[in-house]
């Protein structure tokens, strides 16, 4: 199994901008996906964005839909993370997962892989 490392979080004001970076350990097959996702305080984890590296198709949450964008290379095993205009609403934990057999870009339960984590702070 892969071992995810992210980092780039940080806090940030309103409007704002952050990169998250994560990094597999082992390659990942070119069915696989690679996503993120977060969890606020008291809230479930959900999904944030997708991309699927035999297909390269993107898949975004609504709520970040414009002002996120996932970026990646499959051979490097990378996955990155731009975010603008943040709100504080996206304040939360964000991971990093891999799945090999996703069915569902949006499914939590569908990933094999997760990193530890890295906190995004939206405030004044």
């Known amino acids: 199994q892969s071992q995810l490392v992210e980092s780039g979080g940080g806090l940030v004001q309103p409007g704002g901008s952050l990169r998250l970076s994560c990094e597999a350990s082992?390659?990942?097959?070119?069915?696989?996906?690679m996503a993120w996702f977060r969890q606020a305080p008291g809230k479930d984890r959900e999904f944030v964005a997708a991309i699927r590296w035999l297909t390269h198709k993107f898949y975004y949450a609504d709520s970040v839909k414009g002002r996120f964008t996932i970026s990646g290379d499959h051979a490097k095993g990378t996955v990155d993370l731009e975010m603008n205009h943040l709100k504080p609403d996206d304040t939360a934990v964000y991971y990093c997962a891999q799945g090999d057999l996703v069915i569902a870009e949006t499914a939590a339960s569908h990933y094999d892989a997760w990193g530890q984590g890295t906190q995004v702070t939206v405030s004044s």
């Open positions: 082992k390659y990942a097959v070119e069915r696989s996906t």
